[in-house]
């Protein structure tokens, strides 16, 4: 059975055909411009593709209210082109199949869970670094939506004692994206992630940062297992690192196995960066079953 | 029908019969001393009285994992005579009957959903700051658990910059207990919550650190309401302060219908400090229907 996958970006968008195995058959990019160029440049790839149905993994903020009168929309997002663009009941309509829709990072928690590295765990945490922090949560075969959806990039931190970087963020001076993102550790160090050396300062913040964010994400959803990805997270050093920091920082005060095996309990992504898209085509898969 | 309610407290155990539209008929609390002390009379008190299921909501850290082999044991509590105790496997072999079992602020969590300030809502939290600080988690009829269960009351917060009290809590020096339960209050101050005059320092302090850690849930897990309660959120004129200090720190990043109407999204308990029971009971329904 065929299935459409589309990642939608802010500045690109990925688009595939699978199928129900999470194999992608093939796979194009094309730049996001507006809704009025994009949506049918999308439409023309898919049409004629026999697929039974198409999964969205889109930057956002989005409208997953089902009983919501603008579900499937984009909704207050910076690119403004975008703002309360119906790109569900627009590609629905053209393309006359089920369309699942979610966040992208809670597209890649789904790929890691269905496919990679937290396949077979009951509750799991997907974060991606790299331009910016998203992270998406799976939880016993469902994404976590609420209000809204996790906007958990956000959360605020104490800055590190020895950084004077004022952070990123237009929003906030001091959440885990604007002190810790791509972006942020090029501002304070003038130079881009991969060309920072594995010793350079830089790293030791970088961990203190991410670790932080992860202990509140333990401490509020006590995932099973949770997976790191991104850009920034190709630096592999990090993850020792982080380790040890999020120990340090839990102090003894939970006690439980999977802590205790730590190596296993915060790893990296496992689907060489295909995550998001093979999430996209598990999130076709579960709207046609719900159909 | 008649259904059993424990709240298991650190301090007392609230023994109470109730029937399934939430209405306690009769309420007795006895210390909590020892298993060997305290057990016996629990079922002293439940053993004929006719309930067809118990409920309890527990201190923990607790097992919640029914797939465990110590699914119902109070686990690595401080309490040390209480630590491995299997106290829902005690009760469900002496009184009969099926036994539901949660931690006592998702307990509370469960109670406000059910019957108080969060019924009819999908998702939810419910934060006790008394003693010590608790959250629980309701989502979509369900109560978070996962690895083990939120712990959301150490989540790691920014010190405010007047503050120079070291914290209350001895795992973390800048937790949202450490920092903000009521033992913190009486340490930094020297007099209790309710001593203190509602233009006093400490309630600037107390309600920048309660929006801090409300900003990380939000920003997390996107609940669609918050309920606060416990002790020292009886000071009622912490209210507006709390709601004021989340907007600023949100500071415009996530536009919802919810929060724009934030005094019907950040609210008091509504069950009169009988949260927590009243969950109970729901906890045993929620069993019965389970068998």
Redesign the interface.
């Known amino acids: 059975m065929l299935l459409g996958a589309l990642e939608a970006g802010g500045t690109k968008m990925v688009l595939a055909i699978g199928n129900e195995n999470g194999e992608i058959l093939e796979q194009t990019s094309i730049p996001t411009e507006t809704p009025d160029i994009t949506l049918p440049k999308i439409i023309d790839y898919f049409k004629d593709k026999d697929i039974k149905a198409l999964g969205i993994g889109s930057f956002g903020?989005i409208d997953l209210d089902r009983n919501s009168k603008t579900y499937g929309y984009i909704?207050?997002t910076p690119k403004l082109a975008w703002v309360n663009c119906d790109i569900v009941g627009t590609l629905t309509k053209h393309l006359g199949v089920p369309v699942g829709f979610d966040t992208d990072v809670n597209g890649s928690a789904l790929g890691e869970a269905t496919w990679g590295s937290t396949k077979g765990v009951?509750?799991s945490i997907y974060i991606t670094i790299g331009t910016g922090v998203g992270?998406g949560?799976y939880?016993n075969g469902k994404l976590?939506?609420?209000?809204?959806?996790?906007?958990?990039?956000?959360?605020?931190?104490?800055?590190h004692p020895e950084d004077s970087f004022t952070g990123a963020c237009p929003?906030?001076s001091?959440c885990f994206e604007g002190l810790a993102a791509g972006p942020a550790i090029e501002k304070r160090w003038g130079k881009k992630a991969y060309e920072l050396a594995p010793d350079h300062k830089a790293w030791e913040l970088e961990a203190y940062y991410i670790a932080?964010a992860l202990?509140?994400?333990?401490?509020?959803?006590?995932?099973?297992r949770i997976v790191l990805g991104g850009g920034v997270m190709h630096q592999t050093h990090l993850f020792p690192m982080i380790r040890e920091q999020v120990i340090t920082?839990?102090?003894?005060?939970?006690?439980?196995p999977?802590?205790e095996d730590i190596d296993n309990y915060i790893v990296p992504a496992a689907l060489n960066d295909d995550q998001g898209i093979m999430g996209c085509i598990k999130l076709a898969l579960m709207e046609l079953e719900e159909k």
Chains 1, 2 share one sequence.
């Open positions: 903020p909704t207050s009951d509750s992270v949560v939880q976590l939506h609420g209000m809204l959806h996790p906007e958990a990039g956000h959360v605020l931190l104490s800055r929003y906030h001091n932080q202990v509140g994400y333990i401490f509020t959803l006590s995932p099973h920082l839990i102090n003894g005060y939970l006690k439980t999977l802590l």
